[in-house]
């Protein structure tokens, strides 16, 4: 059964951080990209950094030059390093692996910025 299994949520300060990491099954095979979501209460989910088996990288404007995407192809993991966290950065965070046939959704893990 193919399973996302997401880690790293919790609660901090402003300013703070924290490193969620994701990782997918060993079933998933020829995966292209793998990334974070976020969703806000009352808001849409929305993306927050993809990055390709090739490397390339893509970040929303909000998180650019604070949050860090990497990933570890051989163990089908993905990292997401958030620094000088907001506030507004308070959501639920959501893996997401797309292959050639599909995508998969991890459960999501918490994230709570308040002082």
């Known amino acids: 059964q193919v399973q996302l299994v997401e880690s790293g949520g919790g609660l901090v300060q402003p300013g703070g951080s924290l490193r969620l990491s994701c990782a997918a099954s060993?079933?998933?095979?020829?995966?292209?990209?793998m990334g974070w979501f976020r969703q806000a209460p009352g808001n849409q989910r929305e993306l927050v950094a993809t990055?390709?088996?090739?490397?390339?990288?893509n970040y929303a404007d909000s998180v650019k030059g604070r949050f860090t995407i990497s990933r570890d192809n051989a163990q089908n993991t993905v990292f997401l390093q958030m620094n000088n966290l907001k506030p507004e950065d308070t959501a639920v965070y959501y893996c997401?692996?797309?292959?050639?046939?599909?995508?998969?959704w991890g459960q999501g893990t918490h994230v709570t910025v308040s002082s």
């Open positions: 060993k079933s998933i095979f020829s995966i292209y990209k």
């Open positions: 997401e692996v797309t292959t050639a046939l599909q995508e998969y």
């Open positions: 990055i390709s088996t090739g490397g390339t990288i």
